[in-house]
């Protein structure tokens, strides 16, 4: 079985760095990173609105429709 | 809240609804999820932004209104564009498309549910159809960026404050397997009712505007007995698991949530199903086990717990979804004692439906425009490429008067064998092969006897412009040819070329190793 050694550790480091950003996964990230905050706040939006039309129409929200 | 408000409010909701269809949506409907599967699975991961925000209004605007719609599938619509507008905007390739499609839908679900293990789940499942890393990574990233988001608003609060369950008994086991049965069944007619509510609405000879205005009627007629039904439904869902309805009131806002929702979703009003089926499947789990406890009292874990596993049954089965699904139930309550039994009725209602209806409800919707995904994306891209497009019209076809010294020149250049006999009019009138000629073959006697009209085999198989590639193979494997005629789709058959099995097989085999490579996250460049 193989054992962890830095120098092999260390081979090649930087182009394994370079291939990281450049393989396109590093920008997938950020990109899902990205719309994932913007469709988290997007829900928060669309809930609220739902709420305050609900709330507007029929003097409340939710749960508290039927009470 | 007088009866008049409450019937008022849906009606002239359905027309501000009808009308903001009719002149925002590109058909005329709100779109939901089925159009991500399909934008995911047909179109390259594309959909359009704009689109997806017109759509955002109106699917809210539907719920504000009253109709009895879910919210998380028009926020897995917004999402899934927003992925698929940044993917277009900087010009990524299709896979990329797909997994940040993927990531919008996985972050809705996430954000929607307080769930980001399913959101994750959710994306794989249904939306991209793997489980292979290069996507997996980033639609993780984007839920639990997006959950991030949903706690510092909302709270770290799972959807139901439940208290915890202890499963009483292995004898139990058969009345999880009982209620997955059951709640397969209510999904069947659940998904039943809205496409007979879908079908009566296209029916009525009036204005597909005016069809949200009747439906909101109906919504408030139904509302008035039971206002139980208008909007998500989340607080009605919360006193079942809670243990806080009788049985006969269960069972009645059952039936009014399943009519509630046909006529909604039929006639017209933009929002998902996914809360819809947790109301119906929190009901019918609430009754199932009212009545389980009565009977057997001793083996029971309680009325609550059978609202839980009802949710999930019923929900997997309408979305056709039923790992994601056991893991939402489980994130909305942290119920993990009753994980086990979850899975249980889960799978069994998803076989159920399965078997039984054939899919979920967004492969019922995709059916309707003519896409069935039933057997994977591949298939379902040969399934979209017509004919016409690998259309071969080079050579191989003759009139009815040519003569059989050059019919047989013909046969011996033409690269498969056979020739297309070309009436006056342009229309097929039939082929000619080798095997078709071998009692003239080489009877120089009846060469100046014979014409390509009386050689010719008539009603040769033949395929029309728009048949698709796999209806293609169906007819080549089925006549056993290796190049089948192909005519325009009308009442003249006129001859338009040919397709060949080999170009055929080489469109499978490309669409094969793409789909692969996206798996297994090989680059495509």
């Not at chain 2, 259309?391 to 003759?398: D, H, I, K, N, Q």
């Not at chain 2, 190049?483 to 080489?506: A, E, H, W, Y």
Request: hydrophobic share 50%.
């Amino acid at each position: 079985m193989p054992r962890f050694s830095i120098p092999r550790f260390l081979d090649d480091f930087t182009g394994r760095i370079s291939r990281l950003f450049g393989s396109g996964q590093l920008m997938l990230s950020v990109l899902a990173m990205g719309i994932g905050v913007i469709t988290g706040g997007g829900v928060i939006v669309f809930r609220e609105t739902i709420n305050f039309m609900q709330t507007t129409f029929f003097g409340g929200s939710e749960g508290s429709l039927f009470e | 809240m007088p009866w008049w408000q409450i019937i008022l409010v849906p009606t002239l909701g359905g027309a501000v609804i009808g009308i903001a269809s009719k002149y925002l949506m590109p058909d005329g409907r709100p779109q939901g999820v089925a159009d991500v599967i399909e934008a995911s699975a047909l179109r390259g991961g594309h959909l359009s932004g704009l689109v997806a925000l017109k759509a955002a209004v109106i699917n809210a605007a539907s719920i504000g209104f009253g109709a009895s719609v879910g919210r998380e599938g028009p926020a897995v619509h917004f999402g899934a564009a927003l992925g698929s507008w940044l993917a277009q905007a900087l010009g990524q390739t299709r896979s990329v498309s797909r997994t940040l499609l993927g990531c919008g839908a996985a972050a809705a679900v996430a954000a929607s549910f307080n769930a980001p293990i399913a959101g994750a789940l959710f994306a794989s499942e249904v939306v991209i159809g793997h489980y292979a890393l290069s996507a997996f990574a980033p639609i993780v990233i984007a839920s639990v960026s997006a959950t991030a988001v949903s706690r510092y608003y909302f709270g770290d609060y799972p959807a139901f404050l439940i208290p915890e369950h202890t499963i009483q008994s292995l004898w139990e086991y058969p009345a999880f397997i009982g209620l997955g049965i059951v709640a397969g069944f209510t999904a069947m007619a659940f998904m039943k009712g809205i496409m007979t509510a879908n079908n009566l609405s296209q029916k009525i000879p009036a204005p597909d505007w005016l069809k949200p205005v009747m439906g909101g009627l109906m919504i408030g007629i139904i509302a008035v007995w039971f206002p139980h039904i208008l909007g998500v439904g989340y607080g009605t869902t919360e006193s079942a698991v809670m243990v806080a309805c009788p049985l006969g009131m269960l069972v009645a806002i059952l039936l009014a949530k399943i009519a509630a929702t046909a006529i909604s979703v039929g006639f017209g009003f933009g929002g998902g199903v996914f809360s819809p089926s947790l109301v119906i499947g929190a009901m019918l789990g609430g009754a199932y086990g009212t009545l389980f406890t009565q009977l057997f009292p001793a083996l029971s874990t309680g009325t609550g717990a059978y609202s839980i596993l009802g949710m999930g049954a019923v929900t997997a089965a309408v979305l056709g979804a039923p790992i994601s699904t056991a893991l939402i139930i489980f994130e909305m309550t942290g119920d993990y004692a009753l994980t086990l039994a979850l899975m249980v009725a889960v799978v069994i209602a998803s076989l159920i439906t399965r078997e039984f209806h054939g899919g979920s409800f967004f492969s019922w919707q995709l059916e309707r425009r003519g896409h069935d995904l039933r057997d994977g994306f591949e298939m379902a891209l040969l399934r979209n490429i017509a004919v016409k497009s690998i259309l071969s019209t080079a050579g191989e076809r003759v009139t009815l008067g040519v003569g059989l010294p050059e019919i047989r020149k013909m046969l011996q250049k033409s690269e498969v064998g056979e020739l297309f006999v070309i009436d006056a009019g342009g229309a097929l009138f039939g082929t000619i092969t080798l095997a078709d000629l071998s009692d003239f073959a080489f009877d120089p006697v009846l060469d100046h006897l014979l014409t390509a009209s009386d050689v010719a085999r008539r009603h040769p198989p033949v395929l029309v412009s728009d048949d698709n590639l796999e209806t293609a193979l169906s007819v080549m494997r089925e006549s056993g040819e290796f190049c089948i005629g192909v005519v325009k789709t009308g009442n003249t058959p006129t001859f338009l070329g040919s397709v060949r099995q080999g170009r055929v097989m080489d469109v499978y085999n490309r669409t094969l190793v793409e789909s692969q490579r996206e798996e297994r996250g090989w680059r495509n460049d």
